[in-house]
């Protein structure tokens, strides 16, 4: 959350002419419901299940950059899988930029929102510790505070 994954997902897309997919966006017009409402009325455990299927259907593209959402590589197979079927890149900021990021964002998060400054770094951190498990294992690790697209994309196609 706060990373640029979108930002730069659609700078990536159109730099090498490929297509863009946002999985939020993908699995709020497949359900007809937003990513907050999903969770709040059938839960983590059955968003999941959703954002698992919806995962898989980016698997038969081609030519595409895929943006998911933080928890996606964290539940059941989804990082081997996205692994297998594609190159994957984990948009590495600090805690502090994260944070930073948070507090100054236009569209508030239901997540976040109520957070004093101080308990925003903190489920920042937490989130971080739960997840860079898996964010390490991608294929890619770009620094997000000095991120240049034109190195990302010469890596990716390489």
Same mark, same amino acid.
């Given at each position: 959350m706060g990373s640029g994954k979108t930002t730069v997902g659609k700078k990536l897309s159109r730099a090498l002419n490929y297509a863009f997919v946002d999985l939020d966006q993908q699995i709020e017009n497949s359900q007809g419901q937003s990513i907050g409402d999903l969770f709040e009325e059938k839960g983590e455990e059955a968003f999941r299940k959703i954002?698992?299927?919806e995962l898989h259907k980016t698997f038969e593209l081609e030519n595409t950059v895929v943006s998911l959402g933080g928890g996606t590589p964290c539940f059941f197979d989804n990082l081997e899988q996205i692994n297998r079927h594609g190159k994957s890149v984990y948009l590495k900021l600090s805690a502090v930029?994260?944070?930073s990021r948070l507090q100054n964002a236009k569209n508030p998060r239901?997540?976040?929102q109520g957070l004093s400054d101080g308990e925003l770094f903190e489920f920042v951190q937490q989130q971080l510790g739960?997840?860079?498990q898996f964010y390490n294992r991608t294929h890619f @690790? @770009?620094?997000?505070e000095s991120l240049d697209i034109s190195n990302l994309i010469k890596m990716i196609k390489e």
């Open positions: 954002e698992q299927e930029s994260l944070a239901p997540l976040l739960e997840r860079e @690790i @770009i620094k997000g």
